[in-house]
């Protein structure tokens, strides 16, 4: 999977803006089948900085 097919947009909202605030913070929309080592690789060399730790989520939308 190459880098780009892997993080797939900022994702911008109330509650990541908040949690952007500390500075350390940033959420991306990822590509549902990467693991945790291909986001890392693909932070790192995309954005040039050290990742300490990834928190993944798995968000289903709302049923009507």
Do not use: C
């Amino acid at each position: 999977m190459r880098l780009t097919e892997v993080i797939r947009r900022p994702l911008i909202t109330e509650k990541t803006t908040v949690l952007r605030e500390d500075g350390r913070t940033m959420v991306f929309e990822v590509a549902a089948d990467a693991n945790k080592v291909e986001i890392r690789q693909a932070i790192e060399s995309l954005l040039g900085s050290k990742v300490a730790t990834i928190r993944t989520a798995v968000a289903h939308g709302k049923v009507k």
